[in-house]
Nanobody, 125 residues
């Protein structure tokens, strides 16, 4: 089991920045990828970013590339999502997820084994 706890969400204005954190505990050594997904009201959950835990290779959705940065603190078992130049369309509940699957389908939600409870990000115009 891997437990994931997100924090850092909030209400900001367009153009502002936020940093989300995801603290992992439990069998964290089984995590091959850590990912961030988001879900806006009435929409399906969508991939935002992922990081290959051991080597730090990163992946991004086109919608956030150049604005969001995923990183990890290996010693703290924590993954971060730095979000800059936020837009109203970034408004969503953001979820952290852990995958033990080593395949490259990082943008597929079903690949992930464990999920956090989510943190709300609201961007006003």
């Amino acid at each position: 089991q891997v437990q994931l706890v997100e924090s850092g969400g909030g209400l900001v204005q367009a153009g502002d920045s936020l940093r989300l954190s995801c603290a992992a505990s439990g069998r964290t050594f089984s995590s091959f990828y850590m990912g961030w997904f988001r879900q806006a009201p009435g929409k399906e959950r969508e991939f935002a970013a992922a990081i290959r835990w051991n080597v730090g290779i990163t992946y991004y959705a086109d919608s956030v590339k150049g604005r969001f940065t995923i990183s990890r603190d290996y010693a703290k078992n924590t993954v971060y999502l730095q979000m800059n130049s936020l837009k109203p369309e970034d408004t969503a509940v953001y979820y952290c997820a852990s995958a033990s699957d080593s395949s490259d389908y990082v943008s597929v939600a079903n690949m992930y084994d464990y999920w956090g409870q989510g943190t709300q990000v609201t961007v006003s115009s």
